[in-house]
C-alpha cells in the first residue's frame, strides 16, 4: 500500500459495503489477500487460498464444536436453556466422515431423475407467479417472484401442505443467517435460531406421522427410503436434512435470482444475448451469476490443525473466514474479473 492510499476498510456489518462490496475486495485480492480483521479474525481473498481452505478437511472444520474464537460458540450463559440437542445439526455443519456418509445417502434422494421429475410442477409455479405480475401490472422481483418461488418448491418437494408455506418463509427468514459465518451472536438471535429449527422438526416429525406407510413420489418419500448396505437415515437425520433443506435452499435461491435479475437488466447486451439463446446460455448465466455476485459472500471454517495458507500460520482454534465474492473476481483466475459475461463459461468459482 503506497502512503497516499487510504488503508482498507473491511467490515461486513457496514451498510454501506454490503450495498457494494466489491471495490473493498478488490483491494483486499490485490493489496492485502490476508488481512487481518478488527476481530483479528484472518480473512482470505484470493482464490487459490479460499479453496484451499474450504476443500481441506483435515485442517479445517465446519463444525462449530470445534470453535475456540469467542462469540462464535453458544452464549454460555444460554447453554443450559438450549432446545436444540447438538447432535441435531444438519451434516452441512459436519465434518467426514459424518458429513460424506449422510451427503451419499441424501444424495439417493436427488437424483437427476427424480429433479427432472418436477420441472412441470416448477414451470407452473412459474407461470401461476408471472400470470399473477401481470395481472398486476407491475413487478417487485423479490417479493412477486424470487421469494414465493423457492418456498413452494420445497414444500413440494417435501409434501407440505400448501396452506402451511407462510410457517416456512418464516422460518426461513430466521434461519438464513446461520449460512454466514458468525463473529459474534446475540443471545436473542441465538435462541430465534433454536426455536424456528426446533419448530421446523416437530413440524416434519408430525408430517411424517401423519404419512405413516402412504409414500406420496416426493423427496421427503425418497428421504425416508433412501437405503446404502442396509444403513439408512434415522429419524434425527431425517428431520436435521429436512430443516437443512429449508436452510440452504431458500435464501440462497432466492438471492440468487434476484442477483440474476438485477445483473442482466444492469448488463442489457448480456440480456440480448442470453435472449438470442436461452436454453444454451441459461446454465453459463447461473454459473455468471453466482461468480459474480455470490448469493453467499462469506464463509468460514474453523482451524483444527496448525497449518499454512497464504504464507501466513493458522493455529489450531482460529476461526478464519474466506470472502467467495472476493475470491470470484481474482483477476489470477479470472479475466476482466468486474465485467458480467454470460457467455464466460468458467466453473471454477468458490461459489
Same mark, same amino acid.
Given at each position: 500500500m503506497t502512503t497516499d492510499q487510504q488503508p482498507i476498510v473491511f467490515n461486513p456489518l457496514d451498510p454501506a459495503f454490503r450495498e457494494n462490496p466489491y471495490p473493498v475486495y478488490s483491494r483486499l485480492v490485490r493489496e492485502d489477500p490476508v488481512h487481518i480483521t478488527p476481530f483479528g479474525i484472518? @480473512?482470505?481473498?484470493r482464490l487459490t487460498d479460499a479453496t484451499a481452505i474450504l476443500r481441506d478437511h483435515k485442517h479445517f472444520s465446519s463444525d462449530s464444536r470445534n470453535a475456540g474464537l469467542e462469540g462464535v460458540q453458544q452464549d454460555p450463559n444460554s447453554g443450559g436453556d438450549s432446545i436444540v440437542n447438538e447432535e441435531d445439526r444438519p451434516f452441512l455443519f459436519m465434518d467426514p466422515?459424518?458429513?460424506?456418509?449422510l451427503r451419499r445417502l441424501v444424495n439417493q434422494a436427488f437424483t437427476p431423475r427424480a429433479l427432472e421429475s418436477m420441472r412441470p410442477r416448477i414451470q407452473q409455479l412459474v407461470d401461476e407467479l408471472l400470470d399473477a405480475i401481470e395481472e398486476k401490472?407491475?413487478?417487485? @422481483?423479490?417479493?412477486?417472484? @424470487?421469494?414465493p418461488l423457492p418456498v413452494s418448491v420445497i414444500c413440494e418437494m417435501l409434501g407440505v401442505p400448501h396452506e402451511d408455506e407462510p410457517l416456512f418463509r418464516v422460518w426461513s427468514r430466521v434461519l438464513a443467517s446461520s449460512l454466514d459465518p458468525d463473529i459474534t451472536v446475540a443471545p436473542e438471535v441465538q435462541k430465534a435460531r433454536e426455536q424456528a429449527v426446533f419448530d421446523s422438526r416437530e413440524y416434519f416429525r408430525?408430517?411424517? @406421522?401423519r404419512r405413516g406407510d402412504d409414500r406420496p413420489p416426493d423427496i421427503l418419500s425418497a428421504l425416508l427410503t433412501a437405503e446404502e448396505e442396509g444403513d439408512k437415515l434415522s429419524e434425527r437425520e431425517l428431520l436435521s436434512t429436512c430443516t437443512m433443506i429449508l436452510i440452504a435452499g431458500h435464501e440462497t435461491t432466492v438471492n440468487?435470482?434476484?442477483n440474476g435479475i438485477l445483473q442482466?437488466?444492469?448488463?442489457?447486451?448480456?440480456l440480448a444475448k442470453f435472449q438470442e439463446r436461452p436454453e444454451v446460455l441459461a446454465p453459463h448465466v447461473v454459473e455468471e451469476v453466482l461468480r459474480f455476485d455470490p448469493p453467499v459472500q462469506f464463509d468460514?471454517?474453523?482451524?483444527i490443525k496448525q497449518t499454512e495458507v497464504g504464507g501466513v500460520t493458522i493455529a489450531p482454534g482460529e476461526f478464519v473466514m474466506t470472502l467467495i465474492g472476493a475470491a470470484n473476481r481474482d483477476p489470477e483466475h479470472?479475466?476482466?474479473p468486474d465485467t458480467f459475461d454470460v457467455t464466460r463459461g468458467e466453473r471454477d468459482s468458490a461459489a
Open positions: 484472518k @480473512a482470505f481473498s466422515p459424518d458429513h460424506t456418509r401490472g407491475e413487478m417487485d @422481483a423479490i417479493a412477486d417472484l @424470487a421469494y408430525e408430517l411424517i @406421522a440468487l435470482i434476484g442482466l437488466l444492469r448488463h442489457p447486451d448480456q468460514g471454517r474453523n482451524c479470472f479475466e476482466d
